[in-house]
């Protein structure tokens, strides 16, 4: 890293001056380039098959003429194709989930692994964190980017970490109680279940010491964040992050909640139009493409996150000249088609949780019936309304229904369902289950 912020709180760099980032992304980009193209034989094929060598990066823009990577080139080459120094070098490897088939494996060197710590580090900074701050990390711990990545740049910023895990939720509840925790990180919807496993124990989140949550690793919606903050009385900030990338810490909200700051000294981004592959101008809605400029293990260059956002270039309000993206509202693995609709399940959380009455608890049944691909939607409502009469309960899924409807576009069938009958998550929420005959 370069000169006069070297030994300064790294946070300075989330208020660099314009010139002096853009300058500093393309070194590291060139630097980054050069390295793919003498290590990973599948980036240096493909720059051959363009004709391209590293030199060709001279502006920032020229990063449009290099080629995308994408998820299943991490497939293809599993476990450490893509690795760009030898294993005596790499000292940490993490893996995702991948529903199907092979997971998606990741490693670090251990200046890497300093550029994570760095980046959350700033991340928890940015929504406020102090050492003075205890810390519970309630994403799972293991091959899961989440645990691991949140601690150690919680124990950067000197705040005192708990290291809970994911998981024993009424024991999470008894120690933040007891610990007197300001901050957890977990997925959106595991703090869902907290707020409710609290309550079962006769504790309201809104009288402990907890003030901050900082969620991420899935899609949740602007309506879900303002029924946490009620419930709980916290602020719920939006991180983001993949473990292609790094894991955590690619992006996150500052004090104004109003998009996620991108640590671009780190990752650059790019908004693509998914079709064809265009690079996209700030402001305009498209596909996430993130480039490391420091991750010297496995280096991604244009990766394409299938991820829907857009960047927002406009100065924050917080003073932070990092750019931001909005919130991450829909990912294209996400999206189904129903009788030629797109649908996102974050327009129906959206549309759920604008009706008085629901819990923010659901699932999502696609099936197929006389030949038709079908929505239900099972919602749960609160207790009292639950025993209430047959006609409140008829009235609000009415509601429901036409809030759905009218979202979407498609008819659905929406199902009021008793208080803790859908399962809940402690990690990354499944709220999609697909019935459909093929
Ligand atoms: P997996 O692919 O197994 O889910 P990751 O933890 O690497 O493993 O998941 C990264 C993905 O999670 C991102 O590409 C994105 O789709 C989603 N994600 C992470 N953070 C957020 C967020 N704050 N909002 C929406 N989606 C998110
Ligand atoms: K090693
Ligand atoms: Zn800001």
Redesign the pocket.
């Known amino acids: 890293m370069s000169s006069q912020y070297l030994n300064d709180d790294l946070s300075a760099l989330d208020y660099v001056q314009k010139d002096y980032l853009r300058g500093l992304q393309l070194e590291r980009l060139r630097k980054m380039v050069q390295h793919a193209y003498d290590h990973v034989e599948l980036f240096n094929s493909r720059m051959k098959e363009r004709n391209l060598v590293p030199a060709d990066v001279k502006s920032l823009g020229d990063i449009a003429k290099l080629p995308f990577m994408v998820k299943a080139d991490l497939r293809d080459t599993y476990p450490f194709g893509l690795f760009a120094v030898p294993m005596s070098e790499v000292v940490r490897l993490h893996a ?3 529903t199907t088939g092979k997971p998606i494996v990741v490693g670090y060197t251990r200046s890497d692994l300093e550029v994570w710590m760095e980046v959350v580090k700033r991340a928890f900074a940015s929504c406020g964190l102090t050492r003075d701050d205890v810390i519970q990390v309630s994403y799972g711990y293991g091959l ?3 645990g691991l990545g949140a601690h150690y740049g919680a124990e950067a910023l000197g705040a005192t970490v708990v290291p809970t895990s994911g998981g024993n939720t009424q024991r999470q509840i008894m120690l933040m109680r007891d610990f007197g925790t300001t901050a957890v990180c977990c997925t959106p919807s595991y703090f869902n279940f907290m707020i409710e496993q609290a309550l079962a124990q006769g504790i309201d989140m809104r009288d402990l010491p907890i003030k901050a949550g900082i969620f ?5 919606t602007e309506e879900m964040r303002k029924r946490i903050e009620a419930a709980s009385g916290i602020k719920a900030y ?7 990338i790094i894991g955590p810490g690619v992006a996150i909200e500052c004090g104004c909640q109003q998009g996620m700051h991108v640590f671009e000294d780190h990752f650059y981004p790019e908004i693509i139009n998914p079709e064809t592959g265009e690079v996209l101008p700030d402001g305009e809605t498209g596909e996430l493409v993130l480039t490391t400029l420091s991750k010297y293990a496995m280096p991604m260059i244009r990766y394409r ?3 829907i956002t857009k960047i927002i270039a406009e100065p924050c309000e917080c003073g932070r000249t990092i750019r931001r993206i909005a ?2 509202s829909s ?1 294209s693995d996400d999206m189904f088609i129903i009788r030629g609709v797109n649908v996102f399940p974050s327009q129906i959380e959206t549309a759920i949780l604008s009706v008085d009455g629901t819990m923010p608890h659901y699932n999502i049944i696609l099936y197929t019936e006389n030949g038709l691909d079908n929505i239900e939607v099972d919602v749960e409502i609160n207790e009292e309304l639950f025993s209430d009469k047959v006609r409140s309960m008829e009235a609000l899924q009415h509601r429901l229904t036409s809030a759905i409807e009218g979202l979407i576009g498609l008819r659905v069938r929406v199902k009021l369902v008793a208080p803790n009958t859908i399962q809940r998550s402690e990690g ?1 929420a499944r709220r999609v289950i697909d019935h459909r005959e093929r």
Do not use: H, M, Q, V
């Open positions: 995702s989930s991948g899961f980017t989440g991420g690793a899935e899609p949740w939006d991180i983001y992050g993949l473990s292609e996150t299938r991820d919130r991450i990912r990354k």
